[in-house]
């Protein structure tokens, strides 16, 4: 799993809570019981909560990665809960929360399972229409995907990838006609949500039908909202909604997981036969990464309007280095004479790692200073008069090599300009791995002119 650099940020729109009180009811999907929920407004920044109104006494359960219960023992949902105290099948809600811009909301609900309704998230849509939504006097926040994050188990993969909005790109794929190769992709505006996601019905396939009966769930499904096929990839007593209706609710799903960040992410996500488990496992990945950049101090400074990020082609047009021996993967911020940040991921099909100790790989400590001295090269040639001139490393000073670099790991680069003359350069450079210092030295370099030499 690579590492991502995030950290929120405000964004132009206010939070958002709803108008009026609202009421729904309906059965649970899984318990079949009948539940009657109230939706009340909530205050800026409290999320979106949970009381059980049938436990006395019992206190708010927030909607949020922290709170999600074991998937393992809570099959085929996302649940949440605190202590004894929990809520089941939460994901079409959180994803009509998405969808509608809700950021806080207090949910009163009489059972232990959100009522299944149609089965997609339609309903919860119109309810939050119908009463209208309040803006707040607090900015709502986001989080930004600054590089790969990603979870593989066997056939399934979901990664999160750094873009300029939220994007979903969703692979399905069962061995049953019509459901071998279902593929979605948009970016997941209000507008797509409402009319592309937000109607398409949970399903299952036939033959999972009577296995979910037998160990206690899907007692409140049926033929209207569960869309149910056969081995012959029928649907059975009922008409889809759209001919790829399964995995649009896939991609549901996913939304409604992914706001349990409680933040809405800016970042494409790319999915290949995911389900709650493993969108679980992303959520809880990207938490640890953000809480790990508060601790370690090492988030990115607020961009300033001058600063740039670049791709892999971009880096390629500006150093002549190449394959194996170009160290760096993105750079995700440049402020012009000042400082770069950039990032190098580590796989283990690294050629260095075939003959530096290949029973116990580890990046070679000259190859991480040689990762900060190509970032510093960018930083130095990235200018409009330096055009076809060439960075040379001719010194380094204080150099400290702090911990191992191993395969799977992400260097997070940073360098900054200590001084800046007309033909030379001096930085102070670091490389962090999980936001402890990796290797950190002062780095000074020669500009020449192409036919110029040392």
Same mark, same amino acid.
């Given at each position: 799993?690579?590492?991502?650099?995030?950290?929120?940020?405000?964004?132009?729109?206010?939070?958002?809570?709803?108008?009026?009180?609202?009421?729904?009811?309906?059965?649970?999907?899984?318990?079949?019981?009948?539940?009657?929920?109230?939706?009340? %407004?909530?205050?800026?920044?409290?999320?979106?909560?949970?009381?059980?109104?049938?436990?006395?006494?019992?206190?708010?359960?927030?909607?949020?990665?922290?709170?999600?219960?074991?998937?393992?023992?809570?099959?085929?949902?996302?649940?949440?809960?605190?202590?004894? &105290?929990?809520?089941?099948?939460?994901?079409?809600?959180?994803?009509?929360?998405?969808?509608?811009?809700?950021?806080?909301?207090?949910?009163?609900?009489?059972?232990?399972?959100?009522?299944?309704?149609?089965?997609?998230?339609?309903?919860?849509?119109?309810?939050?229409?119908?009463?209208?939504?309040?803006?707040?006097?607090?900015?709502?926040?986001?989080?930004?995907?600054?590089?790969?994050?990603?979870?593989?188990?066997?056939?399934?993969?979901?990664?999160?990838? %750094?873009?300029?909005?939220?994007?979903?790109?969703?692979?399905?794929?069962?061995?049953?006609?019509?459901?071998?190769?279902?593929?979605?992709?948009?970016?997941?505006?209000?507008?797509?949500?409402?009319?592309?996601?937000?109607?398409?019905?949970?399903?299952?396939?036939?033959?999972? +039908?009577?296995?979910?009966?037998?160990?206690?769930?899907?007692?409140?499904?049926?033929?209207?909202?569960?869309?149910?096929?056969?081995?012959?990839?029928?649907?059975?007593?009922?008409?889809?909604?759209?001919?790829?209706?399964?995995?649009?609710?896939? *991609?549901?799903?996913?939304?409604?997981?992914?706001?349990?960040?409680?933040?809405?992410?800016?970042?494409? &996500?790319? +999915?290949?036969?995911?389900?709650?488990?493993?969108?679980?496992?992303?959520?809880?990945?990207?938490?640890?990464?953000?809480?790990?950049?508060?601790?370690?101090?090492?988030?990115?400074?607020?961009?300033?309007?001058?600063?740039?990020?670049?791709?892999?082609?971009?880096?390629?047009?500006?150093?002549?280095?190449?394959?194996?021996?170009?160290?760096?993967?993105?750079?995700?911020?440049?402020?012009?004479?000042?400082?770069? *940040?950039?990032?190098?991921?580590?796989?283990?099909?690294?050629?260095?790692?075939?003959?530096?100790?290949?029973?116990?790989?580890?990046?070679?400590?000259?190859?991480?200073?040689?990762?900060?001295?190509?970032?510093?090269?960018?930083?130095?040639?990235?200018?409009?008069?330096?055009?076809?001139?060439?960075?040379?490393?001719?010194?380094?000073?204080? &150099?400290?090599?702090?911990?191992?670099?191993?395969?799977?790991?992400?260097?997070?680069?940073?360098?900054?300009?200590?001084?800046?003359?007309?033909?030379?350069?001096?930085?102070?450079?670091?490389?962090?791995?999980?936001?402890?210092?990796? &290797?950190?030295?002062?780095?000074?370099?020669?500009?020449?002119?192409?036919?110029?030499?040392?």
């Amino acid at each position: 799993m690579a590492e991502a650099h995030l950290e929120e940020v405000q964004v132009a729109v206010r939070q958002r809570t709803i108008r009026a009180p609202a009421r729904v009811e309906g059965l649970g999907l899984h318990t079949g019981a009948q539940v009657r929920i109230e939706f009340k %407004p909530a205050p800026p920044d409290s999320g979106i909560s949970f009381v059980r109104t049938d436990l006395a006494g019992t206190p708010p359960v927030l909607a949020s990665v922290q709170n999600v219960l074991d998937s393992s023992r809570r099959a085929r949902r996302t649940s949440v809960g605190q202590g004894p &105290v929990e809520v089941h099948t939460v994901e079409h809600l959180m994803a009509s929360c998405f969808g509608a811009g809700i950021d806080n909301l207090l949910v009163e609900i009489s059972g232990e399972e959100v009522p299944g309704l149609d089965g997609s998230a339609y309903p919860f849509l119109e309810i939050f229409r119908r009463v209208g939504l309040q803006e707040q006097p607090v900015s709502k926040r986001a989080i930004p995907i600054r590089e790969v994050v990603w979870i593989e188990e066997g056939s399934s993969a979901i990664a999160v990838f %750094p873009s300029d909005s939220f994007k979903i790109s969703y692979t399905l794929s069962y061995p049953i006609p019509g459901m071998s190769a279902q593929f979605f992709t948009s970016e997941i505006t209000p507008d797509c949500f409402e009319k592309q996601v937000a109607p398409a019905r949970t399903f299952c396939l036939a033959q999972e +039908a009577e296995q979910l009966r037998k160990v206690g769930l899907g007692k409140g499904a049926n033929y209207e909202n569960t869309v149910v096929v056969d081995a012959s990839g029928r649907v059975i007593n009922n008409t889809l909604r759209y001919a790829d209706e399964c995995v649009r609710h896939k *991609v549901l799903d996913l939304i409604g997981d992914l706001y349990l960040l409680g933040r809405p992410i800016v970042g494409h &996500v790319v +999915a290949i036969r995911s389900g709650h488990a493993m969108n679980i496992k992303l959520i809880q990945r990207l938490r640890q990464v953000i809480e790990r950049a508060r601790e370690s101090g090492i988030q990115a400074q607020q961009v300033l309007p001058e600063a740039k990020a670049m791709d892999i082609e971009t880096i390629q047009r500006i150093l002549p280095h190449r394959y194996p021996f170009l160290l760096l993967d993105r750079v995700i911020e440049l402020v012009p004479d000042k400082r770069a *940040v950039g990032i190098k991921n580590v796989t283990v099909n690294e050629p260095f790692f075939q003959g530096h100790f290949p029973k116990r790989p580890v990046m070679p400590g000259v190859l991480m200073v040689e990762a900060l001295a190509q970032l510093s090269g960018i930083l130095l040639l990235n200018k409009p008069e330096n055009l076809g001139k060439y960075t040379y490393f001719v010194a380094l000073d204080n &150099v400290r090599f702090r911990r191992t670099v191993l395969p799977g790991d992400t260097l997070y680069l940073e360098t900054e300009v200590l001084r800046i003359r007309a033909k030379t350069g001096q930085m102070r450079a670091r490389a962090l791995v999980e936001g402890k210092v990796a &290797v950190e030295a002062d780095l000074m370099f020669a500009l020449l002119d192409g036919d110029d030499r040392l």
